[in-house]
């Protein structure tokens, strides 16, 4: 009874004349993305002469970029479907820019299926207007009969029966015309699926990428639990032992007799106690430094105040960057103004912290006598590049012998993201 209701609703569901107006769409978009279809089709040609390369690289951004955010909205709006935007052609000069889109696939696909759009959807509203047009034109022909004995505009009808074999010809298109379009609007979604959003490949980087950013948030949090954990409960408890150490070793230095070398004793033991609490505070810091819960900016500005040569610092974060990003930025500036001071022979040092398009930028600069290389002894640069490569950033070394040495790291404002 389900499936009876569910036929006879159809034409009128809300579900088919979302999907009948999502190819009307389809069709007036299609008209400029079927031009372009042509024009990269004519590019394609003109590239074998090499003239056509930069005009088939121009056709193809726009399909990659253009077409398939216009071709997205009432995908997302009428039909529910939604794919990811591309993202952005990589590269950091012409040359590059243009040999990434020519080789880029998510590029090649939106530009066929700008070839396909118009015919499709050209197809699917003449089918389903035609059928529906026949349908409500045919279902009035017994009506027509009874007022003048005659069939609707168009139609010769030369009896009742006639006039109600029209009827149950125009129910019938009537009851076709939604599956026929959904038929379509399916072959549509597919190729939409298909040939716009990302291939199988794509989606799982994408997923692998989401899932190592959430593992680098979640670390980043245990790490801070777990320093708070040591900075709240046991370094309180050693501060408080070696307090009660030192009581008790006043108090029995007081007393004559044996009891001077269990002073010894206490006054070692509460020298270890100092020794440890000074290791926990060295390994609480390198867990989560407290400077980073003022700020990025104020935990660079921290170091530098404590770096042992003059330290220009040039900050400019438009917003604060997660937890992971500002811990792999503060302990790498640590290590950069460190190798300044300890093995580059530096008189001066510049950190330059900035953001924009999604990345965040550290570049350290100091004038010392350079050679420095990832592996070189005492650098620790090696760990740094590592880190940076963990958070889908780079570690730029510029360290030529005689100096100066520019260290320059990237890294996304949101990994994964």
């Given at each position: 009874m389900d499936t009876v209701l569910t036929v006879l609703r159809a034409p009128v569901s809300r579900r088919t004349w979302r999907e009948l107006g999502y190819a009307g769409a389809g069709v007036l978009l299609g008209i400029p993305a079927f031009v372009l279809a042509v024009l990269g089709l004519v590019a394609s040609v003109l590239s074998l002469l090499t003239i056509g390369l930069p005009g088939l690289a121009g056709v193809l951004w726009a399909?990659?970029?253009?077409?398939?955010?216009?071709?997205?909205?009432?995908?997302r709006a009428l039909v529910g479907l939604d794919w990811s935007a591309p993202?952005?052609?990589?590269?950091?000069?012409?040359?590059?820019?243009?040999?990434?889109?020519?080789?880029?696939?998510r590029a090649w696909r939106a530009l066929g299926y700008c070839f396909v759009k118009l015919?499709?959807?050209?197809?699917?509203?003449?089918?389903?207007?035609?059928l529906l047009g026949v349908g409500c034109a045919a279902v009035t022909a017994p009506a027509f009969w009874l007022l003048s004995h005659s069939g609707p505009p168009g139609y010769h009808v030369d009896s009742w029966w006639g006039s109600?074999?029209?009827?149950?010809?125009?129910?019938?298109?009537?009851?076709v015309f939604p599956w026929l379009l959904r038929f379509l609007v399916f072959l549509d979604r597919f190729l939409a699926a298909a040939l716009l959003g990302p291939s199988r490949s794509e989606q799982r980087v994408a997923r692998l990428e989401s899932g190592r950013a959430t593992l680098t948030a979640d670390a980043a949090g245990v790490l801070r639990r777990l320093e708070r954990d040591l900075h709240d409960g046991t370094q309180a408890r050693l501060v408080s032992l070696g307090v009660t150490l030192s009581r008790v070793e006043q108090r029995v230095r007081r007393v004559d007799g044996d009891t001077a070398e269990i002073g010894d004793l206490l006054g070692a033991a509460r020298g270890t106690v100092e020794d440890a609490l000074s290791e926990l505070r060295d390994i609480v810091r390198g867990i989560h430094p407290p400077a980073l819960d003022a700020g990025l900016p104020t935990a660079v500005a921290t170091l530098a105040s404590r770096s042992g040569l003059p330290v220009e610092v040039d900050v400019a974060l438009a917003a604060r960057p997660g937890d992971a990003v500002a811990a792999a930025?503060?302990?790498?500036?640590?290590?950069?103004l460190s190798n300044a001071a300890r093995h580059a022979g530096a008189s001066r040092v510049r950190l330059r912290l900035s953001d924009g398009e999604d990345v965040?930028?550290?570049?350290?600069?100091?004038?010392?006598?350079?050679?420095?290389?990832?592996?070189?002894?005492?650098?620790?640069?090696?760990?740094?590049?590592?880190?940076?490569e963990a958070l889908d950033g780079t570690l730029d070394i510029d360290s030529p012998h005689g100096g100066p040495t520019t260290v320059a790291l990237t890294l996304p404002a949101r990994p994964g993201a």
């Open positions: 399909a990659r970029s253009g077409a398939t955010r216009a071709f997205r909205r009432p995908a993202p952005p052609v990589a590269g950091s000069g012409p040359l590059r820019r243009l040999r990434a889109v020519l080789g880029d696939g015919p499709l959807s050209g197809l699917t509203v003449y089918a389903s207007a035609g109600v074999e029209f009827f149950l010809t125009g129910a019938l298109a009537l009851l930025v503060y302990f790498t500036a640590a290590e950069l965040i930028r550290l570049v350290v600069t100091d004038d010392g006598h350079g050679g420095a290389a990832p592996g070189s002894g005492g650098t620790g640069l090696a760990g740094l590049a590592r880190r940076a």
